[in-house]
T-cell receptor, first 116, second 112 residues
Framework: DTGVSQDPRHKITKRGQNVTFRCDPI?????LYWYRQTLGQGPEFLTY????????KSRLLSDRFSAERPKGSFSTLEIQRTEQGDSAMYLC??????????????FGPGTRLTVL | DQQVKQNSPSLSVQEGRISILNCDYT??????FLWYKKYPAEGPTFLIS?????DKNEDGRFTVFLNKSAKHLSLHIVPSQPGDSAVYFC???????????FGAGTQVVVTP
């Protein structure tokens, strides 16, 4: 069990550019979540997948954001036409996702995005 | 709408003493509660959780108490150690799974 991994750990980009982040969940974890954290706040939910199906998206996820989990394993989060307000820590979490059981989410180290 | 609140942004405690962190929630549908610890530039690390069918859960130095009628939970750390210095987040979910709602966190500093 190597834990949740995220790549890159840091990304600096110019306003208007597109960026893509990758998350590899713990193996055999069916659920994968994306959160965003800004300074002084707790993580805020963005979206989550059960296997390859995207089951819920937050209102925070504008149409510039898109997430995929094509084969039910790793996931990508893309932000198009980045804005300075997108600067944040993007966190990925995974869980077993067994219905009827309490479901603990385990987080990756995060990707720190800075938009200049 | 902040449904999970941690009203103390910081807590300073002496090494060896008890740390008590508090968390309040407003959504009565929450039935699974978790505490995470976070160091700078790292992701949150899961500490301990409690289901709404219980009022206490213990794991080593960490104990979580849940008071459903008051919509309040607390995390006790005994004894506090310097390595406990971090930001602690309270989180909650509905139906014991799904998206988590987090509080804003409490910065704990353990002094020698």
């Amino acid at each position: 069990d190597t834990g949740v991994s995220q790549d890159p750990r840091h990304k600096i980009t110019k306003r208007g550019q597109n960026v893509t982040f990758r998350c590899d969940p713990i193996s055999e974890h069916n659920r994968l979540y994306w959160y965003r954290q800004t300074l002084g706040q707790g993580p805020e939910f963005l979206t989550y997948f059960q296997n390859e199906a995207q089951l819920e998206k937050s209102r925070l996820l504008s149409d510039r954001f898109s997430a995929e989990r094509p084969k039910g394993s790793f996931s990508t989060l893309e932000i198009q036409r980045t804005e300075q307000g997108d600067s944040a820590m993007y966190l990925c979490a995974s869980s077993l996702g067994r219905q009827g059981w309490t479901d603990t989410q385990y987080f990756g180290p995060g990707t720190r995005l800075t938009v200049l | 709408d902040q449904q999970v609140k941690q009203n103390s942004p910081s807590l300073s405690v002496q090494e060896g003493r008890i740390s008590i962190l508090n968390c309040d929630y407003t959504n009565s549908m929450f039935d699974y509660f978790l505490w995470y610890k976070k160091y700078p530039a790292e992701g949150p690390t899961f500490l301990i959780s409690i289901s709404s069918i219980k009022d206490k859960n213990e794991d080593g130095r960490f104990t979580v108490f849940l008071n459903k009628s008051a919509k309040h939970l607390s995390l006790h750390i005994v004894p506090s150690q310097p390595g406990d210095s971090a930001v602690y987040f309270c989180a909650a979910s509905v139906n014991s799974w799904g998206k988590l709602q987090f509080g804003a966190g409490t910065q704990v500093v353990v002094t020698p």
